[in-house]
């Protein structure tokens, strides 16, 4: 399954939130792919249009799509020198497809930052430099090799090498893995180095639960802001203390609570969102009355593509795929509205699924 590691220095609020996504858990009985350990929390990813969906079709359940969020703890300085556990760690983020960061940005004099004040930049700065480090050391090290290699002349290795110095001069210049352009072809080449600051990024700033509904005004977040928005990266204002509260609640009580604190939306609900788009996933539904589900697949992925995710019989026998637009189906109201209106299409094993795509497939068995 896919997953979003979550990173951080110690005492940024890590476990906290962890908390906050366990216990807003999703029913694992749903998810049979998804892994059952402590540190894996699977959490379902909020979308209004499973509501709609719902309305129209009247199913006997509905299934929000998922994925998974690894608590990623014990990333200190120095771990990139194995100090900690250390290797332990970075080994953990090789497995995840996304990293979310998460910095502090709350004041409490009872809880020690482990570098003496809160200063989110240099926080930023020490997690990202150990990450840049490990990658490094990886790049160096398929460079020697590859620099053997090159002397026989051969074009790929040719290509290996200058792939990898431009990565190498990008880390020793303090920039992730990401921030190097690459093409399809270099891609492929420097993938099972399974590089870590090659992976998506995102921020999350930890502030304090007073401070929630009003996050312009702090200077931390601002600090962070300016820095994502210059690795092109965004962030997600949270309080990890507030989401554990709110994890608690349901229904009416959790819509009364955040109202209270001047929030449309809990904060791990933003998080999610933001997560699966870094994951560059798209959702396309099924609808019959059994059930009404939401799945998940990469941007691109073609129908018969799409069919495997429910089960891998329907990708082998796939005939053609009964599809409709999510606004096409709202705006005639029903399968047969949408049907007569000529909304309804039948495509085929090329087809590229969009972003809310209904869908109803036919497969030899
Ligand atoms: P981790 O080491 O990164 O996992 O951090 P923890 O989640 O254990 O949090 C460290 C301390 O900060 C704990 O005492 C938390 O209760 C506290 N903490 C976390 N988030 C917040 C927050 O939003 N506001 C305040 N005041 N304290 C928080």
Known sequence: ALSVGIVGLPNVGKSTLFNAITKAGAEAANYPFCTIDP?????????ERLQKLTEIVIPNRVVPTAFEFVDIAGLVEGASRGEGLGNKFLGHIREVNAIAHVVRCF???????????????????????????????????RLDRSRKGAKSGDK???????????????????????????????????????????????????VAEDEVANTEENDLVKKVREFAASEGAEVVVISAKVESEIAELEGEDKQMFLEELGLQESGLDRLIKSAY??????????????????WTINRGTKAPGAAGVIHTDFEK???????????????????NAAKEAGKVRLEGKEYIVNDGDVMHFRFNV
């Open 39 to 47: 540190n894996v929390g699977v959490v379902e990813v909020p979308d």
């Open 107 to 141: 004041e409490d004099s009872n809880i020690t930052h482990v570098s003496g004040g809160v200063n989110p930049l240099s926080d930023i700065e020490t997690i990202n430099l150990e990450l840049i480090f490990a990658d490094l050391e990886s790049v160096d090290k």
């Open 156 to 206: 790929k290795v040719q290509e290996e090498v200058a792939v990898l110095g431009r990565l190498k001069e990008a880390l020793e210049n303090g920039k992730a893995a990401r921030s190097v352009e690459l093409s399809d072809e270099e891609t492929l080449i420097v993938r099972d180095l399974h590089l870590l600051t090659i992976k998506p990024m995102l921020y999350v700033a930890n």
């Open 277 to 294: 788009k870094l994951l560059g996933l798209i959702t396309y539904f099924t609808a019959g009355v059994q059930e009404v589900r939401a």
């Open 317 to 335: 026998g796939f005939i053609r795929a009964e599809t409709v637009a999510y606004d096409d189906l709202v705006h005639y109201g029903s399968m």
